[in-house]
């Protein structure tokens, strides 16, 4: 006998019994399409400021964390253990103003992967970038890098230089 | 002096140049290492030796 849908006695209403199979855990892949999961979500902030290079992108630090729930940020590093795709959000103040250039961008595995905002005016005292990526779960690592040229450094504020991240999808 | 302005001193046609998002980029990782190029693929100036960056007053 083969059961396709179960009546709540209570309350009269219907549903489908979804079965893990060998697994007792429901996995991200059973999810259906539309549906959030409860895949990692991390959130740091600058407990202390980085001095930014001149004419360089420089790595920031976000040494303090608010949030990580699956303990995959470290070293201002985030290393996803579940693939796919993430959604990252960076906000960045400057100890004085930039004067010409400053330019966010999320870097991937060392590299540069995506540029944030580009801003070249004279008063630059705070900038943000958003990105989404893939991560195979694995190797994949993500980091924020700033380019200035005015001599500035980071502040150290919970509220105003910080990095976070969430699953938004699965692989 | 920065590795930013020894490449300047060096080529001096540089000083004008987008090293944002042009071809070559400088970078730091804030792990004590100290400033490097990450990128060098400038299409007419060859990338510096570190004994020309060492060189540079």
Avoid: C
């Avoid at chain 1, 608010?66 to 796919?84: C, I, L, Y």
């Avoid at chain 2, 980029?25 to 030796?49: M, R």
């Amino acid at each position: 006998m083969a059961i396709s849908t179960i009546t709540g006695a209570s309350t009269g209403s219907t549903g489908t019994v979804i079965t893990t199979g060998s697994s007792a855990a429901v996995t991200q892949s059973m999810l259906g399409t539309n549906v959030a999961g409860n895949g990692p979500a991390f959130s740091a902030y600058a407990g202390s400021a980085t001095t930014l290079t001149n004419g360089a992108y420089t790595k920031v630090t976000f040494d303090t964390e608010e949030f990580d729930t699956n303990n995959n940020f470290a070293s201002s590093r985030f290393t996803p253990t579940v693939a796919g795709y993430y959604q990252f959000i960076s906000n960045i103040a400057f100890a004085g103003s930039v004067t010409s250039e400053a330019v966010i961008a999320l870097y991937k595995n060392g590299s540069i992967y995506k540029y944030g905002i580009d801003m070249q005016a004279s008063g630059i005292v705070m900038f943000q970038g958003t990105f989404l990526a893939y991560a195979n779960g694995t190797t994949d690592y993500f980091e924020i890098y700033v380019y200035q040229n005015s001599s500035r450094s980071s502040v150290a504020s919970s509220s105003q230089t910080y990095f976070q991240g969430a699953m938004v999808r699965s692989a | 002096m920065t590795l930013y302005e020894k490449i300047i001193s060096l080529y001096p046609e540089l000083a004008t140049y987008n090293f944002a998002t042009g071809a070559i980029t400088l970078q730091n990782d804030s792990d004590g290492k100290g400033d490097y190029i990450a990128k060098w693929e400038h299409p007419t100036l060859v990338k510096p030796t570190e004994e020309q960056l060492q060189g540079v007053a």
